[in-house]
Structures are given as structure tokens and as C-alpha cells.
């Protein structure tokens, strides 16, 4: 089916302006001296500036300060599952990622617990890795490089 151009002519046109605008950023660092309990914020939103006021009325601010992040260990847990225990090695990178997603949401004491926990299958996954190889080691020079005399047919052992 053709359509007539003319058809058209009929519907509403909407006009397109451009609008720029610049939306007044929320974030803001602030310094502030540590003998000075109180401090007041003024946020002017034309030129997107803090100004400190010191005689306003004392505004408690509450910021979230990130402490240290405890240690991951999924480094360790790659090692450990290419050189020594896999199963040890999977266990530990799981926990690993676990405390960093909670040392990223802010909960420390889960991230400390679960750095802990990734911590200690490393730790068995390389002993158990090391006792592994030196299993293998003592089993291999015992048995197969000791010349055992041949045995004649007919005899076992």
C-alpha cells in the first residue's frame, strides 16, 4: 500500500530544542581542621561551591570512612589451585571474593571473617599439596628405582 506524502502534512510536528543544563554535583570534599567540633554548610547551586560558615549553627555531618582492606587472598588461591589443591584452592578464592565484595559494601567484620576463612584453605591446600608431592617423591625413589631381582615364572613374590 503507498502511502501520499500529503498524508503526513496533518500530523503534529514537535519541535526539538537542546537543552544544556549542569546538575550541581552532591559529593564534595571538605576540610576540616580536628579542634573545630562544629562547622555549617551553605551549597550554592549556581556555581556548585561549598561555602563554611563557623558561626552557623553546628551541622553534624556522618561520613563513611572506608578503613583498611583486609587482605583477599586470591592471588594465593590461584596459586593454589594451579600448584598444589584444587578443592582447597577454590574453597579459598571463593572466600576470598566474598570478603571483597563485603569489605566493598562496608561490612568489615564479614570481610575479616571471610579474609580468615580464605586464609586457612590456603594454608591446607598447600600442605596438603606439599604432603602430596612428597608422597609422590619418597614413593617414587623407594619403589621404582630400587632394583628388585626379577621374578621366575611360576613364583609370586
Known amino acids: 500500500m503507498e502511502r501520499n506524502p500529503h498524508d503526513f502534512a496533518s500530523a ?4 526539538h530544542e537542546e537543552v544544556h543544563t549542569t546538575a550541581p ?3 564534595h570534599t571538605i576540610v576540616v ?3 573545630e567540633k562544629y562547622r555549617a554548610a551553605e551549597y550554592s547551586k ?4 561549598v561555602n563554611l560558615d563557623k558561626t552557623a549553627a553546628p551541622v553534624v555531618v556522618q561520613g563513611s570512612k572506608q578503613s583498611e582492606k583486609p587482605k583477599d587472598f586470591v592471588n594465593t588461591s590461584c596459586f593454589v589451585i594451579l600448584a598444589c589443591n ?3 584452592g577454590l574453597l579459598g578464592r571463593h ?3 566474598k570478603s571483597n565484595y563485603a569489605w566493598q559494601l562496608g561490612d568489615m567484620d564479614t570481610a575479616k571473617k571471610q579474609s580468615k576463612r580464605a ?4 594454608v591446607v591446600g598447600i600442605i596438603c599439596g606439599l604432603l602430596t608431592y612428597t608422597l609422590a617423591l619418597v614413593l617414587y ?3 621404582y628405582r630400587t632394583k628388585a631381582p626379577p621374578l621366575r615364572p611360576g613364583t609370586f613374590g
Open 25 to 27: 554535583t552532591v559529593s
Open 119 to 122: 586464609l586457612i584453605f590456603n
Open 12 to 15: 503534529p510536528v514537535i519541535s
Open 95 to 97: 572466600y576470598g571474593l
Open 86 to 88: 584444587f578443592i582447597f
Open 33 to 35: 581542621d580536628p579542634s
Open 141 to 143: 625413589l623407594t619403589v
Open 46 to 49: 549556581r556555581d556548585n561551591n
